[in-house]
């Protein structure tokens, strides 16, 4: 058969890049690309997840300042139980209006310039990754402008079409299809639709427009790993790897699937419940390729759960080969070999992101479906600290049928186990996960059509106290969003009161050690040039960071 080779452009608008993880490369995107390229198509990446966009979506420096010190005042008085002044609580509101026209403005600038740079490329079709609150509203502008000036296919795809699938095409009709699960063989196949090579209800992971009617195609998961084709990050395919605009640290997929069903989470719906792994040996392989081909050797495993099989597999072949890498990874308690960390180590494993939950047994059982002890608890991650790696236990407070009791235990283990990060996140409902499908078993309540219209375009603003947030419409043992907001964050002030050190996920972990900080000190002294969008001291962060990772 003859391939009629196609040209795309595949785009990432995020919004504003709010933390340092924001300006890491897109390995999916990368995906595509390769997946592409292989079977004769071109393409080129335009990610807008770099530090140029930061100063493009900059608020101006008053807004800020006005913003932080109304805040702080705020926040004050609240502490201190007295009920804020109410010139404040208007000023600050006024503020946030402000503000959001500016950021409408300024996104609604962006998505037209983007548009003119797509169109520069003269593409065959193009395909956009959806993201929440200003990416996914940029997004569908970006789409809706190219649609009234060209008559391109737009394909999208990305975590936000697996949460809301048809639902998209509520906010949009300029999407052709979108695509959900996983995307490196349909995006091939979307090419040779475009080429005429064949039709849309013949192409797996589809969910596209039929009339009225929204048509689904049966979903396809890659079984053989191995032979996904290698993520492709050269600067004249992937621009925004030039110069310093990304850090360079790359995620590599080394496995997908979860065996487990953690009552909050979708990975073993999207990914599948059983394991799907690479090689350790084509694991290997690709990453001393990406050593040679784009100069770094940090980088962060993608798989929601390792296999500690292969764990254990790929450790001992990196040091067979003697490869000089510093590598994050995601790990599970329970499946945890707490024996193989020292290896672990040794292999250049730097962090480990645990998803603790909660340190009382009834709650990880009832509330979030994760059977383990706290015994194994201990020991895991006790063992994880012992051996040198940088490690992280999540936190979801207040969990459904959260007590005092249930919380003093959770507090107790952190505060005898000291884990080197603890990230806090209230009881978030995801699309999909058996909170938000069963929200009875879960003592949640919510209009389900009303939430999830709600949650498409929801923007967690931080430059505001949360209780200036717009409010999520749900509540949890009869707590309404700011009630759980408010007790995740005394939650989160009493673990840094006690000197552990709270959202510092495993990717930001590598990120802070080549930039030769502590933790403590990112916090205080970095952080905040994301939030301030202080454009040249977040550009000399990263050439730090990509000077370390370059010399080693």
Same mark, same amino acid.
């Given at each position: ?72 005042? @705020?926040?004050?008085?609240?502490? =201190?139980?007295? !009920?804020?002044?109410?010139?404040? &609580? /208007?000023? *600050?509101?006024? #503020? ?110 589809? @969910?596209?427009?039929?009339?009225? =009617?929204?048509? !689904?195609?049966?979903?396809?998961? &890659? /079984?053989? *790993?191995?032979? #996904? ?116 180590? =040794? ?131 009869? =707590? ?73």
């Amino acid at each position: 058969m003859i391939i009629i080779s196609t040209k795309s452009v595949l785009v990432s608008f995020a919004g504003y890049p709010i933390t340092p993880s924001s300006l890491l490369p897109d390995n999916g995107l990368a995906n595509l690309a390769g997946s592409l390229i292989e079977n004769g198509h071109e393409t080129v990446i335009l990610d807008y997840g770099t530090v140029d966009t930061i100063q493009k979506l900059k608020i101006p420096d008053d807004c800020i300042k006005q913003a932080y010190d109304l805040g702080g005042k @705020i926040i004050h008085s609240m502490g =201190k139980e007295k !009920t804020p002044e109410k010139s404040d &609580i /208007e000023h *600050l509101n006024m #503020l946030k209006k402000e503000i959001r026209q500016i950021e409408a403005d300024k996104i609604k600038n962006m998505a037209y310039d983007i548009v003119e740079e797509i169109k520069s490329y003269n593409p065959d079709f193009v395909g956009l990754k959806l993201w929440n609150g200003d990416g996914f509203k940029g997004s569908l502008m970006i789409a809706e402008q190219l649609k009234k000036r060209s008559k391109i296919p737009i394909f999208a795809g990305g975590a936000h079409v697996d949460w809301f699938k048809e639902r998209i095409f509520q906010a949009t009709k300029s999407i052709d299809a979108l695509v959900y699960s996983e995307g490196e063989e349909t995006i091939v196949s979307l090419a040779n639709y475009v080429s005429g090579e064949s039709e849309l209800e013949t192409i797996p992971n589809l @969910i596209y427009l039929k009339g009225k =009617k929204a048509v !689904t195609t049966p979903m396809k998961r &890659i /079984e053989n *790993l191995d032979k #996904l084709a290698f993520p492709v990050y050269d600067e004249e395919v992937y621009p925004s790897m030039h110069d310093n605009q990304k850090i360079k640290i790359l995620v590599v997929d080394e496995s997908r699937g979860c065996p487990y069903s953690c009552a909050f989470c979708t990975h073993s719906i999207k990914s599948g419940k059983e394991w799907r792994q690479k090689s350790a040996s084509k694991i290997v392989d690709d990453l001393e390729m990406m050593i040679r081909r784009y100069n770094t050797n940090v980088f962060v495993f993608a798989g929601s759960t390792t296999p500690p099989t292969l764990l254990k597999q790929m450790a001992t072949k990196m040091l067979d080969k003697k490869l000089n890498v510093d590598y994050a990874i995601f790990g599970n308690i329970k499946s945890s070999k707490p024996e193989d960390y020292e290896l672990l180590k =040794k292999s250049g494993c730097y962090s480990i992101f645990f998803g603790l939950e909660s340190g009382n047994r009834t709650i990880l059982k009832n509330s979030m479906n994760k059977d383990v002890s706290v015994e194994k608890i201990k020991s895991v991650l006790t063992e994880s600290k012992k051996s040198g790696i940088y490690t992280i236990a999540s936190v979801i407070f207040p969990a459904p049928h959260e007590t005092d009791n249930t919380k003093k235990d959770t507090l107790e283990l952190l505060f005898e186990i000291k884990p080197d990060s603890v990230p806090v996140q209230f009881p978030g409902l995801i699309p999909g996960s058996e909170w938000t499908e069963y929200p009875d078993r879960y003592n949640f309540k919510f209009d389900k059509e009303e939430y999830l219209n709600t949650l498409m375009d929801y923007k967690i603003r931080l430059l505001f106290p949360p209780i200036f947030w717009d409010p999520l419409p749900y509540d949890c043992d009869g =707590k309404d969003f700011f009630t759980l907001l408010k007790e995740s964050t005394d939650f989160l002030q009493k673990l840094e009161s006690n000197g552990i050190i709270t959202a510092i996920p495993q990717d930001l972990a590598l990120i802070i050690k080549h930039l030769g900080v502590s933790s403590r000190e990112f916090q205080e002294r970095y952080k905040p040039y994301f939030f301030q969008g202080d454009y040249e001291k977040i550009l000399r962060m990263v050439e730090t960071v990509n000077f370390s990772i370059s010399k080693r």
